[in-house]
C-alpha cells in the first residue's frame, strides 16, 4: 500500500493506493464517527461495474446505503443533477455525519462534492476515484463545481475529502481512449513541476496502455505526491495553486466550444498546454525544440495535438470566463523550461489569437 497525505492544517487527509482496497475502505468507515445513512453517487458505466460491491461493503460494516446512479458523461455535472442528488440525500434522511461517497470519474467526484459542500452546510465527502484523470488529479485537491452553460466549472467550492481509495484494480475496465484522458493531466505534472516525470512517462507509455502495474502505481503516486504538495502550499488558489491549471484556459474554452461531445477533459487540456507552449515559444520563454518534445509525448499517449470544430472568436471571447481572468486580464501560465512554469497576465492579445491559430490549424 502507498499513501500520500494531503498535508492541509485542520483538513489533513490520506490518499490510499493499492490493488484491491475493499478491507482498506471497509476499516476507514467501521472506524468512523460517521451517521450510518450514507449517499453513494456513481453514473451509468461505473455503477454496473462497481456500485454493488461497493454498497454490499457498506452495508456488511452496518451502513445503510443509498445508490444514485447518473447518466454517464460531462452533461451530468449540472444543476439539474445537482437539484436530483439533493432531493436523494433528504429522501435517504442524510443527517449532518452522514457521509457522501463519490465512486466513478472527475464528473462523479465534482458533482458529488459540491453536494456534499452545499448539503447541509457540509457532510462528511469521500473519493474513491475510479478513472485514471480521477485517480491522479479530481479526487485530490477539494476543487468541487458544477458547470454552467456559460462556462466551465463556474459554480462551486473548495471542499476536502476525508480519504481518497484509489484501487489500481478498477483501472482494468477503463476504455483506452480514458488511459489518454488521465495522461494528460499527468503529462502536465511533468511540465509544470517535474522534468524527470516528464521524461519517465515518455519512456514508459507503452507500458502504461498494456496497465503495468507497478508503472501505474509509480506515475499514480507521483503525480498524487505534486498535486498534494501544491494544494498543501495554496489550498484556495490565491497564487502557487494556479499552476494546476496549466493548460486549462484553452481547454476548458475548447470544452464548451464543442459542448463537451467531441473532446472530453483530458484531450481538450492536451491542446491547451500546446497552446500554452506556443504562447510561450513566441514569448521566447522556451524554444521550438522544446514545442515538439511536448508534441511528441502527446503523440506517445495517443491525445491530440490539434482542435477542429471551434471557431478562433469562439475561443477567444470563452478566455474571458476563465476563473483566472481578473478585471479583464487573462492570466497565463507559461513554460519557462519543461519542469518549470510561471504566471503571465500579460500576454499580448496578437500572441493569444497567434496561439489560438496554432492549435486549430496547426500553424
Ligand atoms: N476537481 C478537480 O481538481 C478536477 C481535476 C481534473 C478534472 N476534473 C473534472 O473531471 C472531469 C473529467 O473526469 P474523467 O476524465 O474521469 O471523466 P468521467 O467522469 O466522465 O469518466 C470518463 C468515462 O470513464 C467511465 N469510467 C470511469 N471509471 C471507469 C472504470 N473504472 N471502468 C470503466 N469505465 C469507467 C465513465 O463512466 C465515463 O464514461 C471533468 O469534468 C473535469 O473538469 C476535476
Ligand atoms: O486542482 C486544481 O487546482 C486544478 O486546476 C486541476 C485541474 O486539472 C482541474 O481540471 C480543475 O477542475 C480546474 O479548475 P478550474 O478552477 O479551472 O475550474
Ligand atoms: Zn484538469
Redesign the pocket.
Known amino acids: 500500500m502507498k499513501t500520500v497525505t494531503v498535508p492541509i492544517i485542520n483538513n489533513s487527509y490520506d490518499i490510499y493506493i493499492d490493488n484491491n482496497l475493499h478491507k482498506t475502505i471497509a476499516d476507514f468507515f467501521a472506524g468512523s464517527n460517521f451517521s450510518r445513512t450514507a449517499l453513494v453517487v456513481t ?4 455503477g454496473k ?2 456500485s454493488e460491491k461497493i454498497t454490499d461493503l457498506l452495508r456488511t460494516i452496518g451502513f445503510s446505503p443509498r445508490l444514485a446512479i447518473l447518466e ?3 452533461k451530468t ?1 449540472s444543476f439539474t443533477s445537482a437539484q436530483d442528488l439533493y432531493t436523494e440525500a433528504i429522501k435517504a434522511g442524510l443527517d449532518r455525519k452522514s457521509p457522501i461517497i463519490a465512486l ?7 458533482l458529488a462534492g459540491f453536494i456534499a459542500a452545499t448539503y447541509m452546510r457540509g457532510v462528511p465527502f469521500i473519493q474513491i476515484p ?2 485514471l ?2 485517480h491522479v ?2 479526487s ?2 477539494g ?3 458544477v458547470n454552467h452553460p456559460l462556462g ?2 463556474l459554480i462551486g467550492a473548495f471542499y476536502q475529502p476525508k480519504a481518497v481509495f484509489i484501487d489500481l484494480d ?2 482494468q ?3 483506452a481512449r ?1 488511459i489518454s ?2 495522461l494528460a ?1 499527468i503529462i502536465k505534472y511533468g511540465l509544470i513541476y517535474d522534468k524527470t516525470f516528464f521524461d519517465y512517462i515518455a519512456d514508459h507509455s507503452a507500458e502504461i496502455f498494456t496497465l503495468n502495474n507497478e508503472i501505474l502505481r509509480n506515475i499514480i503516486a507521483r503525480s498524487c505526491e505534486i498535486k498534494a504538495s501544491v494544494v498543501a502550499e495554496d489550498e484556495k488558489e490565491t497564487g502557487l495553486r494556479a499552476i494546476l491549471n496549466f493548460g486549462h484556459t484553452l481547454g476548458h474554452a475548447i470544452e464548451r466550444e464543442t459542448r463537451y461531445k467531441k473532446y ?3 484531450e481538450a487540456v492536451a491542446i491547451g498546454m500546446l497552446g500554452a507552449a506556443a504562447i510561450s515559444c513566441e514569448l521566447g520563454f522556451i524554444e521550438e525544440g522544446t514545442v515538439s518534445d511536448i508534441r511528441r509525448i502527446l503523440d506517445l499517449c495517443r491525445l491530440p495535438d490539434k482542435c477542429t470544430g471551434c471557431s478562433e472568436a469562439g475561443i477567444y471571447n470563452d478566455l474571458f470566463h476563465d476563473k483566472k481572468t481578473v478585471g479583464g486580464k487573462i492570466n497565463w501560465i507559461l513554460l519557462d523550461e519543461i519542469g518549470k512554469v510561471h504566471l503571465d497576465d500579460t500576454v499580448p492579445e496578437k500572441v493569444v489569437h497567434n496561439a489560438i491559430k496554432n492549435i486549430l490549424f496547426n500553424k
Open positions: 453514473d451509468s458505466n461505473v461495474l462497481y454517464a458523461g460531462e455535472k466513478g470519474g472527475g464528473v462523479v467526484g465534482d475510479t478513472s484523470l480521477a488529479d479530481s485530490v485537491g476543487k468541487v463545481a466551465k466549472n478498477m483501472l475496465t477503463l476504455p480514458e484522458t488521465g493531466e472530453n477533459h483530458g
